[in-house]
């Protein structure tokens, strides 16, 4: 593992990535570059880094049967789960019984049609229709708070209070891929990562909030570097370098390069995936990695986690948000080994089964 200040990587990715106004080239904090060695996977014993917290089967119910699982909020009273296989959103209580839906799919205004991405705020549950090119306002009780509608095709969002965030994928005059909108959504204030070319989208949580520190995070999953946002500045923050693609022999293919993803910081605590790639080819190799920003210790892992021993580990446990300083892992059962079932017991939600709403499992980041 290579662990430096690389100023002159930094410097290339200020030039290739700038935006309008040239406000990404401020840089008031430290910034990190870590070369990433994917010839050392082992596995992450969480409970060196976290303490568990506690076990919470989603009930399984007709009416909130959950496919696959996008994100996970915690707010002081409740569970609020996007279901992005099914374009549902659905609220539980902190023991995992089921409550109600956040909206419904439809086409009138208190409806949405197809979400594309999810965050809350304060309780106030934000919801991007890709359809309509509205943020749909829901507090938590599913009541319908407002939308608004936006001039712009947006993939993923953050609201803030200069604006709005959100990939667009250079579908704009001036081909930025990231753009600030202005509060009412209908012009942009800044532009972001010109390009000419298609931005490859990974599904993934582009934005994401340190509520360690309150700082909002970007990742750019094109140049593999993390970033600050600060107000209408983005600041490159963290640069991860993956090497040369050794597979690659006189061909004029770009190096693989991670396209990280899912990426989750609370304080000195980094996770993130990522993904070794052929130019215009799907990845072909998966792995997540850990990263202690306060010691700079790395692990990289596939999906071998050492979960505490109370848990029942499914092959492909899966970290699906930091909610409210929870590292919140989810686990599926129907992909649990034979030999687990033997072990289940009946819930306090009833007897689980291979076709039973997922598992979350919460724990407590050690500082």
Request: hydrophobic letters at 35%; one cysteine or more; aromatic letters at 10%.
């Amino acid at each position: 593992m290579k662990i430096a200040i690389n100023l002159l990587f930094v410097l290339a990715i200020c030039i290739m990535s700038s935006c309008n106004n040239s406000s990404i080239m401020k840089r008031v904090s430290p910034i990190y570059s870590y070369e990433i060695n994917t010839d050392n996977v082992s596995e992450l014993n969480l409970q060196k880094i976290a303490d568990l917290d506690k076990i919470i089967p989603l009930e399984t119910k007709d009416e909130c049967l959950i496919n696959s699982i996008g994100k996970v909020f915690i707010s002081d009273s409740a569970l609020v789960v996007w279901d992005k296989g099914n374009n549902n959103i659905f609220v539980f209580d902190n023991a995992g019984r089921y409550q109600r839906s956040i909206g419904r799919s439809g086409p009138s205004p208190e409806e949405y049609i197809n979400i594309g991405d999810v965050q809350m705020q304060n309780d106030t549950v934000q919801i991007l229709d890709v359809a309509t090119r509205r943020i749909l306002n829901y507090n938590i009780s599913g009541k319908f708070i407002s939308s608004i509608q936006s001039a712009y095709y947006l993939y993923t969002f953050y609201v803030v209070p200069e604006g709005c965030w959100g990939i667009n994928v250079y579908q704009n005059k001036d081909h930025y891929n990231l753009i600030l909108l202005d509060e009412n959504l209908q012009k942009i204030k800044r532009g972001c990562f010109a390009s000419d070319q298609v931005l490859p989208l990974c599904p993934t949580n582009n934005f994401s909030k340190n509520e360690k520190n309150g700082e909002l995070i970007f990742h750019y999953q094109d140049n593999d570097t993390i970033y600050k946002i600060q107000e209408d500045s983005i600041l490159p923050f963290i640069a991860l370098e993956f090497g040369k693609n050794e597979e690659l022999k006189g061909g004029d293919v770009e190096s693989s390069k991670g396209h990280i993803h899912d990426v989750h910081l609370y304080g000195d605590h980094l996770f993130f995936s990522f993904s070794h790639a052929l130019k215009d080819k799907m990845p072909y190799v998966g792995y997540n990695c850990y990263i202690s920003l306060k010691n700079s210790e790395m692990t990289v892992y596939d999906f071998n986690v050492v979960h505490d021993e109370k848990i029942l580990v499914s092959p492909l446990p899966e970290i699906v948000n930091i909610s409210k300083g929870k590292l919140i892992y989810q686990i599926v059962p129907g992909e649990f080994p034979e030999k687990v079932f033997d072990r289940l017991k009946e819930t306090s939600l009833g007897f689980m089964n291979n076709e039973s709403n997922p598992v979350l499992i919460l724990y407590n980041l050690k500082e």
